[in-house]
Each structure stands twice: as structure tokens, then as C-alpha cells.
């Protein structure tokens, strides 16, 4: 953060009252903390010098996430960057809060514009977290945000056709969908939807075709890993559009898989 910038927000209590809401500020925190875990799990896929070097200064910039992130623990009762939904309130605003945010906004924002300029070199393995990395909406807000304390079911979400992502790992899917039943609708409700991670969601072939991911115009990343498949639902042929598929530990012969990777020339097939 530059030094004006700083004495900006910190020398004039009246900026609290122009500067960022609530519930922007709970975006901001949500994004950089998406954004962070994101590189860190790029770590298992450095196979080459060029894709070492990205995350290496990647990592550096998740560094500089997390402190800034962590800078609010002592401050903000409560606050833990990995628990979710955020507890903070309209109490919690401060000059530091408002001004961790504002900087946490530029961070996040530097990084999306280097990915996009190609300054970092990404393998194929790595297109998942390159495409979460440029979004404009980088968090899972379904299941983080909450409006005076209460999470949304997703076709009542504030937020839902701005929604770039979708988290919904290692939960069954089935129980979720019986809470709310909107959540078969994803493509419907979040039309924007460019990454979404159903790995270790307990789905059935027939669920996933029910889900209808070929209507996901957008959808860029889709994770499918360790949901027990035994084969590839016929609707998989169809994305075309992806850059990125993980059947990965799944029980789906061998075959069935190189011939949906040779079918899917332009998708990463992770298996």
C-alpha cells in the first residue's frame, strides 16, 4: 500500500463513512483467501523450471495474502481467515479492516492482471488455479457470506449470477441438494459459472448428468475427483469448453478415460 494511500485512510476517520461496506469487505476476504489457497495447490503439480519459477512468485504474493489476512485475527474477535461463514459485523469496521481490505483488493488484483499478460508460465496441470486466479469473483460465497448471520440457499443468494465459482468439495452432494434443492440448478441460478469442484462429493453417474453441466456456458474447471464413478457419463463428451477436468481417483477404466481425453483434444484430462 502506498504511503498516501495509507495516511488516506488511516488520517481521516471520515473515509470509514466513503470507503468500502461490509459486505464488500467480507467479498474482498473471501477472494484473497480463495486466491491464496489456490497457488498453494499448485505446489503438487511443478513438473518444470518455467512452472517452478510461477509458483514461486506466486507463492509470494499468497504470503503476503495471508498476513495481511492474519493482521485481523488479533483485532477482529472471532475472526479466524479459514473459518467460514466470516464472523464480522458492522461493529468490526475499522480504519485497519477498511484499509487491510482496500490493499487486499490491490493484491488480488495485480496478481489476476500478470496472469492474464502471461507473465507467469502455468503447466496443464496448473490451468485449474490459472483460471481461478483471473476471475473477478474468486470466492465460494455460497457457503462463506453470510446476510446478518445466515447463509442463502443458492437460487436466494445476493450473489448467485455474479458467482465465477462453486466449492462444494468433500461434502455429499445428494445431502446438500436435500437441503436445498436449488443446487440442481446451478446453471440456471449462476450463469456465469466458470470453476466448480465437486471433488469428494459422493456422486453417481446419473447425478452428474442431472446436473446438466453442458448448459454451464462458461464453465472452464470442473473437478469430479473421488466420487467413486465407475464409468463417464455420456454428457462429459459434450464440454467441449473446458480447459479443465479431473476424474482423478475415481473407479473409471483406463480406456474410458484416454478415450474421453482424445475426444476432449482441447480439455485437460486429469486421471
Given at each position: 500500500?502506498?504511503?498516501?494511500?495509507?495516511?488516506?485512510?488511516?488520517?481521516?476517520?471520515?473515509?470509514?463513512?466513503?470507503?468500502?461496506?461490509?459486505?464488500?469487505?467480507?467479498?474482498?476476504?473471501?477472494?484473497?483467501?480463495?486466491?491464496?489457497?489456490?497457488?498453494?495447490?499448485?505446489?503438487?503439480?511443478?513438473?518444470?523450471?518455467?512452472?517452478?519459477?510461477?509458483?514461486?512468485?506466486?507463492?509470494?504474493?499468497?504470503?503476503?495474502?495471508?498476513?495481511?489476512?492474519?493482521?485481523?485475527?488479533?483485532?477482529?474477535?472471532?475472526?479466524?481467515?479459514?473459518?467460514?461463514?466470516?464472523?464480522?459485523?458492522?461493529?468490526?469496521?475499522?480504519?485497519?479492516?477498511?484499509?487491510?481490505?482496500?490493499?487486499?483488493?490491490?493484491?488480488?488484483?495485480?496478481?489476476?492482471?500478470?496472469?492474464?499478460?502471461?507473465?507467469?508460465?502455468?503447466?496443464?496441470?496448473?490451468?485449474?488455479?490459472?483460471n481461478i486466479?483471473?476471475?473477478?469473483?474468486?470466492?465460494?460465497?455460497?457457503?462463506?457470506?453470510?446476510?446478518?448471520?445466515?447463509?442463502?440457499?443458492?437460487?436466494?443468494?445476493?450473489?448467485?449470477?455474479?458467482?465465477?465459482?462453486?466449492?462444494?468439495?468433500d461434502y455429499?452432494?445428494?445431502?446438500?441438494?436435500?437441503?436445498?434443492?436449488?443446487?440442481?440448478?446451478?446453471?440456471?441460478?449462476?450463469?456465469?459459472?466458470?470453476?466448480?469442484?465437486?471433488?469428494?462429493?459422493?456422486?453417481?453417474?446419473?447425478?452428474?448428468?442431472?446436473?446438466?453441466?453442458?448448459k454451464m456456458?462458461?464453465?472452464?474447471?470442473?473437478?469430479?475427483?473421488?466420487?467413486?464413478?465407475?464409468?463417464?457419463?455420456?454428457?462429459?463428451?459434450?464440454?467441449?469448453?473446458?480447459?479443465?477436468?479431473?476424474?482423478?481417483?475415481?473407479?473409471?477404466?483406463?480406456?474410458?478415460?484416454?478415450?474421453?481425453?482424445?475426444?476432449?483434444?482441447?480439455?485437460?484430462?486429469?486421471?
Amino acid at each position: 500500500m502506498s504511503k498516501g494511500l495509507f495516511n488516506y485512510i488511516f488520517g481521516n476517520k471520515e473515509n470509514l463513512n466513503i470507503s468500502l461496506n461490509l459486505n464488500q469487505i467480507l467479498k474482498i476476504l473471501i477472494d484473497a483467501n480463495e486466491i491464496s489457497n489456490a497457488i498453494k495447490g499448485l505446489e503438487w503439480i511443478v513438473d518444470s523450471k518455467e512452472s517452478k519459477k510461477t509458483f514461486e512468485d506466486l507463492t509470494c504474493y499468497a504470503n503476503i495474502i495471508d498476513k495481511q489476512l492474519y493482521s485481523l485475527k488479533d483485532s477482529i474477535d472471532g475472526y479466524h481467515p479459514s473459518s467460514f461463514p466470516i464472523g464480522i459485523t458492522q461493529n468490526d469496521l475499522s480504519s485497519h479492516l477498511i484499509a487491510t481490505a482496500v490493499s487486499l483488493q490491490s493484491t488480488c488484483s495485480e496478481i489476476r492482471d500478470k496472469v492474464m499478460s502471461d507473465k507467469f508460465t502455468f503447466n496443464k496441470g496448473g490451468n485449474k488455479t490459472k483460471n481461478i486466479l483471473v476471475l473477478k469473483n474468486n470466492g465460494s460465497y455460497l457457503e462463506t457470506m453470510a446476510y446478518n448471520g445466515e447463509l442463502k440457499k443458492l437460487n436466494e443468494h445476493p450473489m448467485k449470477v455474479e458467482m465465477e465459482l462453486l466449492n462444494l468439495q468433500d461434502y455429499p452432494f445428494f445431502k446438500a441438494a436435500e437441503y436445498d434443492s436449488s443446487m440442481w440448478d446451478i446453471y440456471e441460478h449462476c450463469p456465469q459459472i466458470k470453476v466448480l469442484t465437486l471433488f469428494g462429493a459422493e456422486l453417481q453417474e446419473d447425478e452428474v448428468t442431472k446436473l446438466n453441466f453442458d448448459k454451464m456456458d462458461y464453465l472452464k474447471v470442473l473437478d469430479l475427483g473421488e466420487n467413486g464413478l465407475r464409468s463417464i457419463p455420456a454428457s462429459l463428451y459434450k464440454l467441449n469448453q473446458l480447459e479443465y477436468l479431473s476424474l482423478r481417483d475415481n473407479e473409471v477404466p483406463i480406456e474410458e478415460l484416454e478415450k474421453l481425453q482424445s475426444s476432449l483434444s482441447s480439455t485437460h484430462v486429469d486421471f
